[in-house]
T-cell receptor, first 114, second 112 residues
Framework: SQELEQSPQSLIVQEGKNLTINCTSSKTLYGLYWYKQKYGEGLIFLMMLQKGGEEKSHEKITAKLDEKKQQSSLHITASQPSHAGIYLCGADDAGGTSYGKLTFGQGTILTVHP | KAGVTQTPRYLIKTRGQQVTLSCSPISGHRSVSWYQQTPGQGLQFLFEYFSETQRNKGNFPGRFSGRQFSNSRSEMNVSTLELGDSALYLC???????????FGPGTRLTVL
């Protein structure tokens, strides 16, 4: 079955620093989704990647899906306290037959100190 | 456009009881997925409904069930509650079988 490994599990950075979170899959990905969650709340959709080599950016967050479609990275430039939270990667590993099922990594807890 | 809404937000039940959670998807979204989130197991897929039909089901016991109405609103039911059912239950909606899923704020269920 699909497994997603996120690294690091937690990250503490000083405001203004850049950081990267990785998500590695045991299977080829048909779609890779990045979400952010505040503790105990719902997930906020950040980005979706589908094509190998694809890169998307939104404000100071950039996500990439490698050519082999088994690893993705999320990069935050000049981090701010508002970036703090839990970052989760979710994978669609069955394409059109996944029927609403995403498999998630265990999450990366990001703390940004002012 | 209103987001995904879930009711109630918090619920406390005792073992053996049953509970029903509700989810209203984003207008125009016909697919609703349910997930359970716990500290130990993380986010796990429960089931997905599209046009009132369950199309996919995760690895959960039969005590967990759901349904979807003609307006795409969905409910999930857990019968004979166990302590281990304490979790944050999240629903997500999307337009179709693949693509972005948008999550609601969740229902925090505590089983005593």
């Amino acid at each position: 079955s699909q497994e997603l490994e996120q690294s690091p599990q937690s990250l503490i950075v000083q405001e203004g620093k850049n950081l990267t979170i990785n998500c590695t899959s045991s299977k080829t990905l048909y779609g890779l989704y990045w979400y952010k969650q505040k503790y105990g709340e719902g997930l906020i959709f950040l980005m979706m990647l589908q094509k190998g080599g694809e890169e998307k950016s939104h404000e100071k967050i950039t996500a990439k899906l490698d050519e082999k479609k088994q690893q993705s990275s999320l990069h935050i430039t000049a981090s701010q306290p508002s970036h703090a939270g839990i970052y989760l990667c979710g994978a669609d590993d069955a394409g059109g037959t996944s029927y609403g099922k995403l498999t998630f990594g265990q999450g990366t807890i990001l703390t940004v100190h002012p | 456009k209103a987001g995904v809404t879930q009711t109630p937000r918090y619920l406390i039940k005792t073992r053996g009881q049953q509970v029903t959670l509700s989810c209203s998807p984003i207008s125009g979204h016909r697919s609703v997925s349910w997930y359970q989130q716990t500290p130990g197991q993380g986010l796990q897929f429960l089931f997905e409904y599209f046009s009132e039909t369950q199309r996919n089901k995760g690895n959960f016991p039969g005590r967990f069930s759901g349904r979807q109405f003609s307006n795409s609103r969905s409910e999930m039911n857990v019968s004979t509650l166990e302590l281990g059912d304490s979790a944050l239950y999240l629903c997500a909606s999307s337009r179709g079988p693949i693509g972005e899923q948008f999550f609601g704020p969740g229902t925090r269920l505590t089983v005593l």
